[in-house]
């Protein structure tokens, strides 16, 4: 399988996802320590400069899986897209100045942060490209 982005063509190498997958082995979450289990390797994911193609796909699992346990053993505290943000910056020591490129302005990067403003499909797209998870992730459902 072949993904375009940009000016450059990535090769999806199914071989490598596989030895990804029997790797960190990702399934459907059913506790707190398997849930910690994956977060780490979330956040040791996100540490990395350039993610394969292959890193990238097995990254957009883990955090859905994480998301869904989450979703589902944390109601009282459901997640939202301004608190996904801060847990993906914070999981790359990110500071707000760091989004200025990517949103625009401090004030937009810390109305957004704070839930003053929602994040625009525009905006959640470039989020997405940033962190290299779904855009979805920055928009309410």
């Known amino acids: 399988m072949t993904k375009t982005t940009g000016k450059m063509t ?6 490598k996802y596989s030895s990804l997958l029997s790797q960190y082995q990702p399934r459907i979450i059913k506790n707190e320590d398997e849930n910690e289990i994956f977060l780490e390797i979330v956040e040791s994911l996100l540490s990395r400069e350039n993610l394969t193609p292959e890193e990238d796909t ?22 939202t ?4 943000l801060i847990h993906l910056m ?19 990067v810390t109305q957004l942060i704070n839930g003053q403003l929602e994040i625009t499909k525009k905006q959640a797209e470039a989020l997405g490209k940033f962190f290299h ?9």
């Open 58 to 79: 097995l990254l957009e699992l883990l955090v859905k899986l994480i998301e869904d346990f989450e979703e589902n053993h944390y109601q009282l505290n459901a997640s």
């Open 90 to 108: 914070e999981a790359r020591s990110l500071e707000p100045a760091d989004l200025i490129e990517i949103i625009g302005t401090i004030e937009m």
């Open 81 to 84: 897209p301004q608190s996904r």
């Open 10 to 15: 990535l090769t999806f190498d199914s071989d």
């Open 133 to 141: 998870v779904n855009p979805g992730l920055f928009l309410f459902k």
